[in-house]
């Protein structure tokens, strides 16, 4: 398994990272037993950063990730990485109501996480989403007080824009930033993305297939499940899903004269924007892990990376990545 580290302070990870969020919520439903052998079969592969939110299935997925790691190898885990958002609040319903970063919050979730991980520390810990009401000064001096207890191990950010990075850099070492970025989500390039770099912090990429949306196994008429999150999302509705899939028709074209996958070549993709970029594959299944392996191998040089330039261009996407409501939140979009 290839390397990557995450920033001047971050702890050395595999090149991809398996986003585990799909396994509990918000793609329809998903297999127990499948789940938990993917997981499996990603640490046997060399996988070691796993990413998990304690919001996703109200704690399923911490649970789940428990169980996987306590029934893998000794040896596969111990070199396992935990991930974990916090502050996003449900309602029991499961709909969103905003986000807490107060301290005493942080420091509450983060109890909760680590009795439901099994562990005795998170290795990357960051909120979901800046409070807009509790600076993120405080939110961040917070998980600082977490480090230095021994409880977690980095802070990162999610979706912050570049003046909130810098504030939050001030305060404490910041390891990743974690962030949308895909072929066709390619807003960090303007300005987060240099910020990162000069403050020294790595990128982890979520979203590098786009939800399945630029896969190549997403069909046109697909029906999605009443509670897969992607039938309200504007970018798989209507004439935006279809001028979004002519992207992957275009883009299927390069895969298959290199003799590739669409997701591996849009994983590949994201590999190449730099060696302090790791994306996130949010597979659930053993196949589609084996599928987006296969990226690691892929290699593209100049001419193909203007193809795809070329195929794809930036901001080619029909449709915001997310609904307007969630759009709102998003430090990153402002």
């Excluded at 009443?226 to 970018?235: T, V």
Aim: negative net charge.
């Amino acid at each position: 398994m290839q390397t990557r580290t995450l920033g001047t302070t971050g702890p050395q990870t595999s090149a991809l990272g398996l986003g585990c969020m799909g396994m509990s919520a918000l793609y329809g439903d998903a297999d127990r037993a499948e789940s938990i052998a993917t997981i499996h079969a990603a640490l046997e592969a060399g996988i070691t950063l796993l990413d998990t939110g304690d919001f996703y299935g109200m704690g399923h997925n911490e649970l789940l990730i428990n169980e996987a790691l306590r029934t893998a190898p000794a040896a596969a885990r111990e070199k396992a990485l935990t991930s974990v958002k916090f502050g996003a609040l449900r309602t029991v319903e499961g709909g969103f109501t905003g986000y807490d970063g107060r301290p005493n919050a942080v420091k509450n979730f983060a109890a909760y996480s680590l009795q439901r991980l099994g562990r005795d520390h998170i290795d990357i810990y960051r909120i979901a989403r800046i409070d807009p009401d509790v600076p993120v000064e405080e939110t961040i001096g917070a998980i600082a007080e977490l480090v230095e207890a021994g409880h977690v191990r980095h802070i990162g950010l999610s979706e912050v824009g570049a003046g909130t990075l810098r504030r939050a850099a001030a305060v404490a070492p910041i390891s990743d930033l974690q962030i949308e970025y895909s072929l066709i989500s390619r807003g960090i390039e303007d300005d987060i993305l240099p910020t990162a770099r000069e403050l020294g912090i790595g990128i982890t990429a979520y979203g590098v297939l786009s939800r399945g949306l630029i896969s190549g196994h997403f069909a046109r008429d697909r029906k999605l499940a009443a509670n897969d999150f992607r039938g309200m999302s504007p970018r798989f509705q209507g004439e935006n899903l279809s001028r979004n899939l002519d992207l992957v028709d275009a883009l299927r074209k390069i895969a298959e004269q290199k003799g590739v996958s669409v997701a591996q070549t849009a994983i590949a993709w994201v590999l190449s924007r730099g060696e302090d970029i790791v994306p996130l594959v949010g597979a659930r299944r053993r196949d589609r892990l084996t599928e987006a392996l296969g990226a690691l191998d892929v290699t593209l040089d100049a001419d193909d990376l203007a193809a795809i330039e070329r195929a794809v261009p930036a901001g080619a996407a029909a449709g915001e990545r997310y609904p307007a409501e969630q759009m709102a939140h998003l430090d990153s979009e402002r």
